[in-house]
Structures are given as structure tokens and as C-alpha cells.
């Protein structure tokens, strides 16, 4: 079946450094999806990308959609402790049920 | 006013118990998940739930079954509670079932079975 593999699975970075953590599949997706875990919450989206190519931003985050429909990075720029948590990619799972499959996250800490 | 909202929060019962999981969404969506998040973070589909089809992961022990009495609900029902059960549990739902599946979650219920 389609997988995710995300990288890094974790990352420990001074506040104001920026961060980039990408994610391939075994296969072409029409969306990616990213979404950022608190602790104790539920996964919040953060951006959705549909177009291949499309480059999309929401404040310090920046995510783009690979060429070959098979990648996706996020970048967040000048971290800030309040960044702390678990980055996942996803994307359709493309069967009949029209659920994500996620990749196994990448958690992110922040030192001030 | 909470999009996508799960109760309880936390859930701790013993080996054997039958228990649910209620979830409700305001969004008007026409799809809703549950998802299955292990002490490894990993994420995995249990079912969906859409226009009265259920869709079941082949994976899920036929001790969960899911219940939708409307489109704004979708609970979870698990009997005969086993240890390997215990694991957060997000609810989730979708406007579209196929395309532009973005989904919403709520908090998570962290289930422990003793």
C-alpha cells in the first residue's frame, strides 16, 4: 500500500533557526497536507497543497508541493519555542475511503 | 465553539469492559473518521463514515464498530477491552470523501485499558 516517509523524526534547534523537514511517498498524491500535533491535542492543519509545484505559505511556514507529485517539504522560519510539537504529512490514501495516511511525524523542539 | 469534539478526554477501565467513545462535529461535513494514534505517534485509519457507507479498515478487530445515529455524530464502541487497546483515539471529518480530503480532528481521547 502507499507509505509516507517522513524525515527527520526529530529535530532539536535554537530559537530563531529555521527548520525544513520533507516527506516522500511510494506513490503520486493530488494533495498534501501538513498538520502540526500539540501536546495533549488533536493534529491542526496547517497548509494544503494541491497544484504540483504550488509553493504556499501561512506566516513563518512555508510548504511546497514536488514536481513529481511524490514529495513535500515545510519550512518554518525564525523558530520560537511555541513551535514545539509533532509536524505530520499526509495525504489521500487514494482508495474508496477517502482517508489521509500520515507519515510518522517529525518532533520538533525548540531551545530558547 | 469547538469544530470536531470528542468525549471523554480520558478513559481508563479495566480488561474485559465494553466502553464509547462519542464524537460530533458543527462542521456540516458529509465524512467522519477514526483514527488511531499508538505510543509511537504513528497515525492510522480505522474506518470512515460517509452517507451511511461504512468503510472499515481490515486491520481493526471486529470489537470496535463505529455508530452514526446522524451526520454530526459518529461514535465508537469497543467491547471486550484488551491491553494492546490502549492508544489515543481522534475523531475527524471531512467535507469531501475523495478530493481535497482535508480533515479536521478533535482532541483525542486517550484510552487506557488495565
Known amino acids: 500500500g502507499q507509505q509516507l516517509n517522513q524525515s527527520p523524526q526529530s529535530m532539536f534547534i535554537q530559537e530563531g533557526e529555521d527548520v525544513s523537514m520533507n516527506c516522500t511517498s511510494s506513490?503520486?498524491?493530488?494533495?498534501w497536507l501538513w498538520y502540526k500535533q500539540d501536546p495533549g491535542e488533536g493534529p491542526v492543519l496547517l497548509i494544503a497543497?494541491?497544484?504540483?509545484?504550488e509553493l504556499t505559505s501561512n506566516g513563518r511556514l512555508t510548504a511546497q508541493f514536488g514536481i513529481t507529485r511524490k514529495d513535500s517539504f515545510l519550512n518554518i522560519s525564525a523558530s520560537i519555542p511555541s513551535d514545539v510539537g509533532i509536524y505530520f504529512c499526509?495525504?489521500?490514501?487514494?482508495?474508496?475511503?477517502?482517508?489521509?495516511?500520515f507519515g510518522k511525524g517529525t518532533k520538533l523542539s525548540v531551545k530558547p | 465553539d469547538t469544530a470536531v469534539s470528542q468525549t471523554p478526554k480520558y478513559l481508563v477501565t479495566q480488561m474485559g469492559n465494553d466502553k464509547s467513545i462519542k464524537c460530533e462535529q458543527n462542521?456540516?461535513?458529509?465524512?467522519m473518521y477514526w483514527y488511531k494514534q499508538d505510543s509511537k505517534k504513528f497515525l492510522k485509519i480505522m474506518f470512515s463514515y460517509n452517507n451511511k457507507e461504512l468503510i472499515i479498515n481490515e486491520t481493526v478487530p471486529n470489537r470496535f464498530s463505529p455508530k452514526s445515529p446522524d451526520k454530526a455524530h459518529l461514535n465508537l464502541h469497543i467491547n471486550s477491552l484488551e491491553l494492546g487497546d490502549s492508544a489515543v483515539y481522534f475523531c475527524a471529518s471531512s467535507q469531501k470523501q475523495i478530493m481535497n480530503t482535508e480533515a479536521f480532528f478533535g482532541q483525542g481521547t486517550r484510552l487506557t485499558v488495565v
Open positions: 499526509a495525504g489521500p490514501s487514494g482508495g474508496s475511503q477517502g482517508n489521509l495516511i
Open positions: 506513490s503520486i498524491f493530488n494533495t
Open positions: 462542521l456540516g461535513h458529509d465524512t
Open positions: 497543497l494541491y497544484k504540483a509545484g
